[in-house]
């Protein structure tokens, strides 16, 4: 079963204790070749020394070798070409991996060899970890999934009863989930309680019957990411201002997540959302600003006080013409001012 986010701390540990007894060995891998000489993480290769059951070597782009590989064991662990180190389970090293690292998420380079994964006897995933990817899962029933997320506050497992948006966020309330997607909910609004979502730092929404973003989603303070996909928006509120952490800002009009036969997409010139306030101008760290098919007709000068800003993307607006202003933002190194195409009018700032 998929987990939403790895656990960290406290909850990595007790992970990492029920996977070794679960598992026969783990697997690490180096997916970037690296000189031996100059691998950041050898002292950690070397604590683990001990417990080396076995090396294997994928070498070049042989789609046949990582698929003979990822068969044998029936693993997600071998995906591509590499050096795979496979260690034995026993306690001794389950807890030289909960001194390595916090949360499952630390295992990619250069800091540590990546992608934690554990093998059972006979083969097959007990736990896997593609940290690129921010995927994560246990081999568990539903059952197993609920007995467990009651025992170990922190592991947030991805369950049927979740179709049920109340369910859905009572658990990551009481998990204190960092990462969270939301859909196929048939959300008007959002409810109240996504306030008590204190710990999020990524949040995706893709309801195309949402239409108002209401102000409790502006009091999550730790928001590094937030990206809203719907059919039609009324605004962004002013609010906005409240995300000082956030990084990336994602706003995509004409978007369904249950188109049914005869389903229109609103023409650009009907979408309601059709300014940018000036307050995003207080959001000092955002990096990227991402806003597509709106009926946008101009930006604010305000922007001008992004200096981090790098990409901004706003593809299908009713913008006739690149500002001036943004001329002088050298920091930038993608903009996108489109009217007819998402990608029509690219432009690159060097």
């Known amino acids: ?6 656990p960290r701390g406290e909850a990595y540990e007790q992970v990492i204790d029920l996977a070794i007894q679960n598992s026969e060995f783990f697997v690490l891998g180096e997916k970037i070749p690296v000189d031996p000489a100059q691998i950041p993480y050898t002292s ?27 068969n044998m064991y029936r693993s997600s662990a071998f995906y591509t070409e590499g050096t795979y180190y496979l260690y034995r389970c026993c306690e001794e090293s ?3 991996l909960k001194q390595l690292a916090n949360r499952l998420s630390d295992w990619i380079y250069p800091n540590l060899p990546e992608d934690l994964c554990f093998l ?27 007995e467990l997320m009651d025992r170990i ?10 179709r049920d948006l109340d369910r859905l966020l009572d658990d990551a309330i009481k998990h204190k989930t960092d990462r969270l997607y939301i859909s196929g909910h048939r959300l008007t609004e959002l409810p109240e309680k996504i306030r008590y979502l204190t710990e999020l730092r990524e949040l995706e929404i893709f309801e195309q019957d949402l239409y108002r973003l209401p102000e409790e989603l502006f009091e999550l303070s730790k928001l590094e990411r937030l990206k809203i996909l719907t059919a039609d928006l009324e605004s962004i509120p002013a609010s906005i201002s409240k995300l000082k952490n956030l990084k990336e800002l994602c706003i995509q009009c004409g978007s369904s997540d249950r188109p049914t036969p005869g389903y229109r997409v609103k023409p650009k010139e009907e979408i ?5 306030p000036a307050e995003i101008g207080e959001l000092e760290k ?4 991402t806003i597509q098919y709106t009926s946008i007709h101009e930006l604010p000068l305000e922007l001008e006080k992004l200096k981090h800003l790098r990409v901004l993307n706003l593809g299908m607006c009713m913008i006739k013409q690149k500002p001036d202003f943004l001329y002088g933002m050298k920091q930038l190194e993608y903009i996108n001012i489109s009217r007819d195409s998402l990608w029509e009018t690219d432009e690159s700032q060097q």
């Open 44 to 70: 950690a290769l070397e604590a683990m020394e001990p417990y080396l059951m076995k090396t294997i070597v994928i070498q070049g782009d042989s789609i046949d070798e990582v698929t003979q590989i990822s």
């Open 286 to 289: 955002l990096e990227q600003l």
């Open 272 to 276: 309601s959302l059709n300014r940018i």
């Open 120 to 146: 059972k006897e006979g083969g097959g995933d007990f736990l896997y970890s593609v940290v690129h990817e921010q995927m994560y899962g246990l081999d568990v029933t539903e059952e197993e999934a609920i």
């Open 153 to 162: 506050p922190g592991l947030f497992i991805e369950l049927k009863a979740h």
């Open 1 to 6: 079963m998929r987990l939403y986010t790895d």
């Open 94 to 96: 389950g807890n030289l």
